[in-house]
């Protein structure tokens, strides 16, 4: 089964604007991650956050952690054509990785 | 540098027909191993992961099973194929740098397995 769900399913916005996409998870972890994949193919990773920070940036994504909520969102900044793809929290408890069921966004220029 | 070879990329297998799907990891030792399944338009189904050789936890009852024979290898099998086990296999490694594991996957490219 999957860990969790992530807000919205899809989300289409134009280039330049914020994306924004939040994700709940259900066990306790040690950290979470996102992922990004493109046209059904390979994962690849953006990000990892500790379940002792917060917040963290990294180029134009950022991302911020409730534990206390257990819930993640991932906001990606002036986007580009570029970042249209399907995005990915994963929950880490400890070795196992659990995927949530994704975001599709779609950046239209 | 480390890589990850998932082969074969594309299979037509008939109902019934066993499965051998087979993943190797190259430039590391002792890397976390994962298989999951995703369905079109769907999110990643956790199979199996295992943390060392011989030890393998599994995450769904179904007809499939996983074997790691040696420390980079890892292998999803199944006896005998159902319509429902098509889907996107892909397979993943992790390092491990201390107990907490906070470390990324690398992710295959994938195996679409259609069954018919």
Not at chain 1, 41 to 50: A, F, K, N, Q, Y
Not at chain 1, 67 to 89: E, G, N, P, Q, V
Not at chain 2, 27 to 35: A, E, K, V
Request: with cysteine; glycine share 8%; charged share 15%.
């Amino acid at each position: 089964s999957q860990q969790g769900e992530e807000d919205p399913q899809a989300l289409s916005i134009q280039e330049g604007e914020n994306a924004t996409m939040n994700c709940s998870y259900k066990t306790s972890i040690n950290n979470l991650q996102w992922y990004r994949q493109n046209s059904g193919r390979g994962l690849v990773h953006l990000i990892l956050i500790r379940s002792n920070e917060r917040e963290k940036h990294s180029g134009r994504l950022r991302v911020t952690l409730d534990t206390s909520k257990k819930s993640s969102s991932l906001l990606i900044t002036a986007s580009r054509a570029a970042d249209t793809a399907s995005y990915f929290c994963v929950a880490d408890s400890w070795g196992k990785l659990q995927f949530g069921a994704g975001t599709q966004v779609v950046v239209t220029p | 540098s480390q890589t990850i070879h998932q082969w074969p990329a594309t299979l037509v297998q008939p109902v019934g027909s066993p499965l051998s799907l087979e993943c190797t990891v190259e430039g590391t030792s002792n890397p976390n191993l994962y298989w999951y399944r995703q369905a079109a338009g769907r999110g990643l189904q956790l199979l199996f992961y295992s943390v060392g050789i011989g030890q393998i936890s599994s995450e769904v009852p179904q007809n499939l099973s996983a074997s790691r024979p040696q420390d980079r290898q890892f292998i999803l099998s199944s006896k005998k194929l159902l319509l429902s086990d098509s889907g996107f296999y892909l397979c993943a490694w992790r390092p491990i740098r201390d107990s907490y594991m906070n470390t990324e996957a690398f992710f295959g490219q994938g195996t679409r397995l259609t069954v018919v």
